[in-house]
């Protein structure tokens, strides 16, 4: 059992610059997710994915923030114009969801912690 | 997905069970009750869920309430690895998860 992948660990970028984080799913999971934790607080949801279709999207925290599944697997999180309120960790988790009304428990990843100057 | 309200802290002796409250009074007949838990630097992990009968697995039992407003993690021996943040979470979902500020479970020597 390889896990959920997050790459990289961490991240000092300066205010105004772009970020991308990288996520590598459990390999039979079909859902993907991104959640968002600051210090002190749990993890805040994102957005998911089934297989490559993004099915929720509204919870994203501006339009600088995107993210793709461009092929069913791997994932990445885009921060465009990145402000010193992004500094926080971001988690993938993946699931299986074979069917509508079955999802499996998330596993998520040791997350990406970013700092922006 | 209803609120859940647990205790900001708690501690627990190694080796005895840990019993970790949570109240989701506004919880319906559709939402799951979640228990992920998040030690230090690593991501959360699942650790059991269910809808109104207890469980029980190789990590944890579920208690749930008849009425299903509150729900007890029972951790029958703790370990000073089982120190961590424990989050309930109730949903019909099962994904956009509400984790809120859980319980952070110290266990001593």
């Known amino acids: 059992d390889t896990g959920v992948s997050q790459d990289p660990r961490h991240k000092i970028t300066k205010r105004g610059q772009n970020v991308t984080f990288r996520c590598d799913p459990i390999?039979?999971?079909?859902?993907l997710y991104w959640y968002r934790q600051t210090l002190g607080q749990g993890p805040e949801f994102l957005t998911y994915f089934q297989n490559e279709a993004q099915l929720e999207k509204s919870r994203l925290l501006s339009d600088r923030f995107s993210a793709e599944r461009p092929k069913g697997s791997f994932s990445t999180l885009e921060i465009q114009r990145t402000e010193q309120g992004d500094s926080a960790m971001y988690l993938c988790?993946?699931?299986?969801?074979?069917?509508?009304?079955?999802?499996?428990?998330?596993?998520f990843g040791n997350g990406t912690r970013l700092t922006v100057t | 997905d209803a609120k859940t309200t647990q205790p900001p802290s708690m501690d627990c002796a190694e080796g005895r069970a840990a019993n970790l409250p949570c109240n989701h009074s506004?919880?319906?007949?559709?939402?799951?009750v979640y228990w992920y838990r998040q030690i230090h630097s690593q991501g959360p992990q699942y650790i059991i869920h269910?809808?109104?009968n207890n469980e029980t697995n190789e990590m944890a039992s579920l208690i749930i309430t008849e009425d299903r407003k509150s729900s007890t993690l029972i951790l029958p021996h703790a370990t000073l690895r089982d120190t961590a943040v424990y989050y309930c979470i109730v949903s019909n979902s099962g994904y956009a998860l509400n984790f809120g500020k859980g319980t952070s479970l110290l266990v001593t020597p």
């Open positions: 506004t919880i319906s007949g559709n939402e799951y």
């Open positions: 988790a993946s699931s299986l969801a074979p069917s509508r009304d079955y999802n499996s428990p998330l596993h």
């Open positions: 269910g809808l109104k």
């Open positions: 390999s039979e999971h079909n859902r």
